[in-house]
Structure formats: C-alpha cells, structure tokens
C-alpha cells in the first residue's frame, strides 16, 4: 500500500551545507509520526523538502505515491503546512488570516467553520475580529493551526505546533492531533519536545545531524516511553 | 485571474493600514494636485497672455502711422509662441527657451522672457512640473510602496504558507503586480484630468492620450523594476538601498551625465564666439544703408543693364530700395546659414541625448513627454524658423515698397529738404504687407511620430524589467 509520506534515502543540502544524508521514512496513512531533534537537526527541512520548497541532492520524496519534484502542486494541494512561526499577517485578524490563506488554497468555506475550526484550537470569540498584532504568539499559532485544519487535507505537516502554547492548550492541542489521525490525516510533525512527541505520536523518529538514528513504536495502544526516548534522545544529543 | 485579484486586494488592505504609507501617498497626491491645478492655470494664463501680446503687436504695428518703410524696418514686430494646452503638464524647454522675438530689419535676435532667467532667485524650485513629479517623485513612491513587496512574505515566513496553499511564484507575483498597477493607476488621475483639460482647450486627443499612455508606460517600467528587486533581493534594507540607488541614476546621474556627454561629444560653439565670426562675414557683405558700398557696384552694373539705363537716377525704381533689398536677402542668407548650423548641432545633441534613454527610463519618458506636449526642441526650432520667415517677409514687402513707391531722388534728400521728407513718407496700409502669425504645435501623428523612438525605448525597459521578475518569480525561493 502506497504511503502518504515518504522519503527514501533522502538528503538535502542548504546553502551549501548537508542537512540531511541518505534519511528514509514512510508515514502510514492516518498515523501520526514525530521527528524529533534538535537544533540544526534537519527537522524543518525535512518537512521543507516534502512542500517541494527544498529539492533534494539526493534521494526521492513522495507524496502519495508520487514524486514532489514531477508534480510540486499535487503535492501542496495535498498537505497542509503549519510553520513554526506562525506566519500569518499581523494586519489582518483572525478571520480576514482565515479567509485569504484558503481563498489562496481554492478553498471556499462558511463562517460558521470558521468558527468551528477556532472554537477547536479555543480561540477566544472576543479575539477574532482583532488584527493578528494584537495576539500572544500561542494565539497566533491557535488561528495558524484552525487554518491547517480549515484546509482538509489527507495530510498535515506540523513544525514546532506547540510553540507558545500554554500547558492546557498543549493538552488540547494533542487531544486535537489524535483525533485528526483517528480520523484518517496523516501526520509528520517535527519537534524538540519528547515529552509531547511521545504523547501523541505512533512513532517516534530520532534524527541528529542530518541522519535518522533510532525509531520508536507505540504497541499494544500504549504510549511510547518518554524516559527510553529521552535517554535515547540525550544520549544522541551528547555523544 | 481572480487570484491576482485576491493577492492585489490584500497587498492593498496592507497599504491602507500603514499609516506611513497613506501619510506618503496622501502627500503626493496632495503635491500632484496642487501642482496640476497651479500649472493649468498658470500655462491658461500665460497662453492668453501671449495671444493678446500678438494681437496687440500686429495692432500697433498696423497702427503706425505714414513714414518712410525703413523706418518700419527698424521699427520692428513681436513673434510670441504661446504655450501649447499640454505645456500644462510639460512645460519642456519653454522654461529656459524664451517665449518671444523682437523681429526687426537686419538682425536675428533670440528669443526672451524665459521663465527660468524670471524666476532665477527660486532657483530649481521654480520649475516643479507635473511632469517633474511624475517623472521623478512617483517611482519613489512606488520603491517605498513597493520595494518589499514578496520580500517582506518571504522575512515574515508568509510567503511559504502561501506558496504552500497551492499558489506558483509568478502568480503570487502578478498579484502584487496588479496591486502595484492599480496604485500607478490611480495616480494617473490628475494627469488624465489635465489631459482632458488640454483636449478641452483644444489639443488633439491623440497626443493627450498618447502623453497619457507614455506616463503610464513610464510607471509601469518602475513598478516592474520595483517588482524585480523585491523578489530577487534577500533583505529589505538592501531591496530599498537598491532601488533608490537605481532612482538616482537612471532619474538623476544618467541625465546630468548625458547632457555632458552630448554637449562634449558634439560641439556647438557659444552665441557670443559664433556672433563674432558671424559679424566679420556680415561686413564683407555691405551696408545696406550705404547704396554706395562697393559691395553693391556689382549688383548696381546688374540693375542697370537689366533696366538699360546708364545711370542709377534713370531707374524706374528706387536705387536705395533695391540696395536694401539685395541686402537683406545676403545677409538673411548668412544668417540663416548660422542658425541653421546652430539648429542642427542643437539637435544632434539632442538626438544624442536622447539614446541615454537605453540607460535610463527617465530620459525616454522626458523625451516623450517634451514631444507629445509640443514643448521640445524641435518645435521651439520651427517657432525660430517660422518667426524668421515672418521677419524676412515683411522687411522685404517693405523695402519692396521702399524700391517702388518712392522716387530715389526724394530719398537722397529727404534728410535735407523736408518737402521730400514728406513725400517719401508711405501710407500706413502699406503696413498690412505683415501677417498674421499665430504658432501652433505640430500636428498630432507628427508629434506621435516623433515620440515613436522613446516609445520603443520605454516598452524595451518594460520588456526587459517584467522578464526579469517574471524569471525571478519562477525560481522564487522561501
């Protein structure tokens, strides 16, 4: 069965320098699947090169099946992508942010899903018609994710969700991520966070200078451990 | 289509809540129109001025009364150009050409009054134009505008959430290229307005609407280049720096440089040097008051055998009449021959100027601007022609009347006996021998015609300027 996400033997460079060498993966449909890593990791660009924004010096990246260097816009019409600064206009409030990233996406949507998507990432109603500028940065990263889920799409690619959120929302924000993959999304976040990594991802993929050095599973409806990822993700880190 | 639109409408939204840039905006448009308004009406007035100074002179010309014609020689006339309707928005050389010409017997003299010897004291601010402000402050306006236009997408990480709902780089582009169309747009405004103005005032449509077309041309060059820079460039800071350096040469170094290179290139010697060499010639060529100068025994053995009389007295016409005659064609003839040359080293220097239009887009559209309006060169050239012929053409029906109408034997005497004086005193209709002059621009298609070269040097930078941001786009990178 073709896997939403994969990337065989994948590496990229940036600016002349190699980000990640010969890294392979596959992300099952409705799975949520987290790289973890950390800083300068390849992370970011991991999720960069599956948007077609980076291509790769070698290996292949696909996207249903499909290589993102032959077809960059299946590939983006078939992710939704939340960055890690949650790039939206600080102009504009949260329903104009709404309403012009998916007119961008030939996404035509009711207010009331507006609403709807706002109230899941619990958005406060009074904040809405405020300009984005106003906003704390968990706020804005609140309106970046409803658009990631405005968009409906088979996949997500999620960079540093829980950046700036507060405690409760991290919850809610997990809560959110499991029941999109109970639902059939497809999910590759990348984060330095085990501890939330291991409380929502199935798996769990350690990734440190550029290469993919340890995997873990969840089994048996468990949890994957966070103190064998931790350890695992520490020892990594310092050796 | 639709998503240009969407894109433009947002980049707008942007603009009208920056203060900044409303405050600038708010202050152009401010300037333009205060500007245009002052220049209509300044140009209005001017040009009923100088077309009841022409009525006038013919008038007082007319109203000479009975005296000798050479007198009405010296006595001279007025040739004024009036400002065309579009000088209004393009007062060209005008400003520094002069507006009118004494015209009198024996002497080309330049042309006077030009406003910037008036306004001398007010020094460059004396001739802040429509066209100045077009030309100049609104590409600055559209590198404020627009100088980060995809760059500031790509510093606030916007331009990979857009890019990655689905959107290519060349239609992001083309949406902040539409917004920056419609802000060129509206500033056409009062340059539409004034155009319809000089149509209203009588300026045939194709000009106006050519000037209009060429502006607009001009602008979108700018906004293109704009574009360019703010899709190519990686900061902000280096995109404006850039930008503005490219406003000051093509809007500020080229010209300067150009009008240096053509006066070095080709060289045209001063009036006073070529008004020397000028009056040795005219020596060599007699004095037309002097019906005995040697210069003239020639033309008198001619005269004579033409008429078969022995003497100069037996002629049936007035010796001294055909003297001044004979005389004035000579030296018209060298005079001509000098201005001529001038004209055409004046032109070629022009023409010379204008190719810097291949290096700055500032240069085409001032050439343009000049052309369209009736305010340039060349047309100041034919006001000097065409005065001259009107010169020429009454000097000589006067000394026509001076060699028929009276008795050569009266005009010996007439400083010694005043019966003769008298008698050789002309009836003041034979003033009606001057016509009427009333300068007009060329017509229309010869002036578009003429514009044609700027023209295709302003659609070679817009070319140039769209392929460079339609590529950059293309390759647009997060």
């Given amino acids: 069965m073709t896997s939403p996400l994969e990337a065989r033997s994948l590496s990229l460079n940036r600016e002349g320098n190699a980000v990640l060498n010969g890294v392979s993966f596959a992300v099952a449909e409705g799975e949520v699947f987290a790289l973890l890593g950390g800083n300068g990791a390849g992370k970011s660009s991991t999720l960069l090169a599956f948007l077609g924004f980076l291509e790769p010096s070698g290996g292949e990246i696909l996207v249903n099946g499909k290589s993102v260097a032959d077809d960059i816009a299946a590939a983006r019409s078939a992710i939704a992508y939340l960055p890690e600064a949650a790039a939206l206009y600080g102009h504009m409030t949260a329903y104009e942010n709404l309403n012009y990233f998916l007119d961008l996406a030939g996404k035509s949507v009711k207010k009331a899903d507006y609403d709807d998507a706002l109230n899941r990432v619990a958005l406060p109603i009074e904040a809405r018609s405020r300009r984005l500028q106003s906003y704390s940065k968990g706020m804005r990263q609140k309106t970046a994710i409803a658009l990631a889920l405005l968009r409906e799409t088979p996949i997500l690619l999620l960079d540093e969700p829980t950046s700036g959120l507060d405690p409760v929302a991290i919850d809610e924000f997990h809560d959110l991520v499991k029941d999109l993959a109970g639902a059939g999304q497809t999910i590759l976040m990348v984060t330095h966070d085990v501890y939330g990594a291991c409380q929502v991802a199935d798996r769990v993929g350690l990734l440190r200078r550029g290469q993919l050095v340890g995997s873990f599973a969840a089994e048996n409806g468990e949890r994957i451990d966070t103190e064998t990822v931790h350890a695992a993700f520490a020892e990594r880190e310092t050796a | ?478």
């Avoid at chain 2, 034979?430 to 295709?456: C, I, K, T």
């Fill in chain 2, 1 to 478: 289509m639709n998503m240009m639109f969407r894109i433009a409408k947002e980049e707008w939204r942007l603009w009208l809540r920056s203060k900044v840039i409303v405050v600038a905006t708010l202050i152009v448009a401010v300037l333009l129109a205060v500007t245009s308004v002052l220049t209509v009406n300044r140009v209005a007035s001017e040009q009923s001025q100088r077309l009841a100074q022409q009525f006038a002179a013919e008038e007082t010309f007319f109203a000479q009364p009975d005296r000798h014609p050479h007198r009405m020689v010296h006595y001279g006339h007025y040739a004024f150009r009036p400002p065309p309707p579009l000088a209004a928005f393009e007062p060209g050389v005008d400003a520094v050409t002069g507006q009118s010409i004494f015209l009198e017997g024996h002497r080309q003299n330049t042309p006077m009054f030009a406003d910037t010897k008036a306004a001398a004291d007010l020094g460059g601010f004396a001739s802040l134009t429509p066209a100045n402000l077009y030309q100049l402050l609104l590409p600055l306006l559209l590198i404020v505008l627009g100088h980060a236009l995809l760059l500031r997408e790509r510093e606030s990480g916007t331009l990979a959430v857009m890019l990655a709902q689905g959107q290519s780089g060349v239609s992001l582009a083309m949406g902040k290229a539409l917004a920056l169309l419609a802000v060129i747009a509206i500033f056409m405004l009062p340059l539409i307005a004034v155009a319809i103005h000089s149509v209203v005032q009588g300026e045939n449509g194709l000009a106006a609407v050519s000037l209009v077309g060429g502006y607009f041309l001009y602008l979108c060059v700018w906004g293109a280049i704009v574009l360019a820079a703010s899709i190519i460039l990686k900061h902000r800071a280096v995109s404006l720096g850039a930008l503005i350096f490219i406003w000051l040469f093509a809007a500020l170094i080229v010209p300067r440089f150009a009008i240096n290179a053509s006066s070095a290139a080709i060289e045209a010697p001063g009036k006073i040097e070529s008004d020397l060499v000028m009056l040795a010639e005219q020596r060599k060529l007699g004095d037309g008051h002097n019906a005995a100068d040697p210069a003239f025994q020639r033309l008198q053995k001619e005269v004579l055998e033409q008429y078969e009389v022995e003497k100069i007295e037996d002629l049936p016409i007035n010796w001294r009449g055909v003297v001044a005659s004979y005389s004035e064609a000579e030296l018209t003839d060298l005079l001509n021959g000098y201005a001529e040359n001038r004209m055409e080293q004046e032109a070629n220097q022009s023409g010379l100027f204008k190719l810097f239009g291949l290096a700055s887009p500032t240069i085409a559209i001032g050439s343009v601007s000049r052309t369209l309006a009736g305010t340039d060169l060349s047309t100041h050239h034919r006001f000097l022609r065409e005065s001259e012929a009107l010169r020429f053409d009454f000097v000589q029906s006067l000394n026509e009347v001076h060699a028929t109408e009276l008795a050569y034997e009266d005009d010996l005497n007439r400083s010694s006996d005043p019966e003769a004086e008298r008698r050789t005193r002309v009836n003041s209709e034979a003033w009606r021998v001057l016509d009427e002059f009333r300068f007009a621009p060329d017509s229309a298609s010869d002036r578009v015609d003429r514009a044609s070269f700027a023209f295709g040097m302003l659609f070679a930078w817009l070319i140039l300027a769209c392929a460079v941001a339609f590529f950059a786009a293309r390759r647009v990178r997060i």
